[in-house]
């Protein structure tokens, strides 16, 4: 469900990589036939798509820590590294509930790394 709620997302909501026509039709016939299906049918699938995603977001709310500062600890570490971006993937979603733990993740691990959610742009 990440790529499929994420990809579709990413070419309408004015990202540089995607300034041009040609950067968007060739991210979006290449992204196409990686996920196998036109973004078009898989922003059909939103509905389903987020409730999957909900489900696992709410696994993971249970095993932050409730500083919500890192995955493991007080420190940053590789988890930290593979789990910011997937969620930052997902900051894309509009209408995606983001339990509180994970929420404040997010928004601690935005601060930390300089690195923007795309909370604000969200479709």
Known sequence: YLYPLAMPRWVSVGLEEFKTQGAVDY???KKEEYLGGSFVDHLAKTDDYIKQAEEHLEKLEHLLPDTGDFFLGDKSSI???HLFPSLRTLSVVKNLDFPPKVYAYMKKQEKFSGVNLHLNIAI
């Open 27 to 29: 991210f979006t016939k």
């Open 79 to 81: 988890n930290d590294i």
